[in-house]
């Protein structure tokens, strides 16, 4: 299940003060999931493939070479042919 699943705004009750939204309530158990979502994103390593992009000049060569190829009338069908 996606993120954009688990939690829409309208699921969970708004705290207002002076007619203005200043908190949303949270249950434990989402608080839980979010919370390790964050700490993942946030403590997360560096891949070491980028560093060997980044530093081989590699990656700004795919770039330019991108940047040449005319775009695509439909790229959705190209991928799913790959």
Known sequence: ???????????????????EPKAVIVD??????IEL??????NRDS????ALLI???IL?????RAKQEP???DWRQELDEL
């Open 47 to 50: 891949e070491p493939e980028d």
């Open 71 to 73: 775009p695509t009338a």
């Open 1 to 19: 299940m996606s993120v954009a699943q688990l939690w829409k705004q309208e699921d969970f009750p708004i705290v207002y003060e002076g007619g």
């Open 37 to 42: 979502l964050l700490n993942n994103f946030l």
């Open 60 to 64: 700004t060569t795919l770039v330019s």
């Open 55 to 57: 530093e081989s000049g």
């Open 28 to 33: 434990v158990a989402s608080f839980a999931q």
